[in-house]
């Protein structure tokens, strides 16, 4: 039966698709991707301290994957709110920082159990902050925002959408010998045509992306920063969606999928490697400027978990007590590493090229 985006497509065909999906461009393509993400997975092992590398990536992949969907928010409120206790977050923000939440809960959770609907379910509530779960009004369609015309109208009913899920997560499961990069290019598509929630959806499936590619040991922290790749190429992503919905265009979308993912491997790689030469940078610095009784090796790394610090952490990682972290920071102030930043009745310290090299 064909695609018609004037009627429910409850006809979307199950998985595995009926079609070539290793073809030899396509396989190609996978060599290539996966060595990427090879290199990307070893050197991240490298860093001295995971949390360097993580938190940010995390962080920035929150705000992009949140934008493609409109919810956007600047860095400084993510940074500031992420380390101020500070009741005054926007809603906007609020809603990034729970794709952040949701990204660690299905970490923690595929440590130790599979990639399930009743997880792809809590994620999407963490992310949205409600209670709801499958779809069950029907409606649900996917328009032009200027023309109104209907693009693409998912299946409905909730016994119909709960048994595409699960026709995924056997999928997901089943051991067929395909490239894990092909079946995460095919079950990303899968998860977004099934659309399985009233809201919530892309950023659910992107999340998704990245526990995958954890779950079979491709990644041992999630640092794939693919929503960026997606966003600045959004035409491209979703007409090779629709051209897999309406013609069965499997080819392109997982050639798209592939390239993303190995970019985006090597650009991760890139962006560590400035990260590791500005710490050193950093470290030497202190050195130079900082009295013996400030320096410490843990206390510089310590400001690379994030672009903001303040003496709570300093306290927390027993580094130095209140008074003591208070005084290190105003070292570290003067000698032009942090800067200050007040933020209600606390003072937040920007690690300022940190800062700079996360949002350029």
Known sequence: MSFSPDKPYNHLPPLPPDA????PAVLKSAIAANR?????????ESLPNPSILINSIVLQEAKSSSEIENVVT???KLFTALSADDSRVDLQTKEVLRYRQALWKGVDHIEKDSLSTDLFIRLMQIIKETDEGIRTDPGTVIANPNTRKIIYWPPE??????????????????????????????????????????DGNGRTGRLLNILYL????????????????????????????????????WEPWILFILDAVEKTSNSTM?????????????????????????YSKELIELLFEQPYCKVKYLVDRGIAKRQTAAEYLRELEDAGILRSKQVGRENLFVNIKLYDLLVE
């Open 20 to 23: 070539e999906i290793e073809s």
């Open 74 to 76: 600047t860095n400084d």
């Open 36 to 44: 990427a993400l090879a290199e990307l997975k070893g050197k991240s």
């Open 214 to 249: 954890m779950k079979k040991e491709l990644l041992l922290h999630p640092v794939l920063y693919l929503s960026n790749a997606i966003i600045t190429q959004k035409q491209d992503y979703y007409k090779l969606l629709r051209g897999v919905t309406e013609e069965q265009e």
């Open 270 to 294: 890139a962006r560590i490697g400035q990260i590791l030469d500005l710490l050193h940078e950093t470290l030497e610095l202190a050195k130079e400027k900082l009295p013996n009784r400030v």
């Open 157 to 198: 009913g909730e016994e119909l959408i709960r048994n595409h899920l699960v026709n995924l997560e056997d999928y997901i499961r089943t051991e067929d010998g395909v490239d894990p990069l092909i079946k995460m290019a095919v079950m990303h598509y899968q998860f977004e045509a099934i659309h399985p929630f009233d």
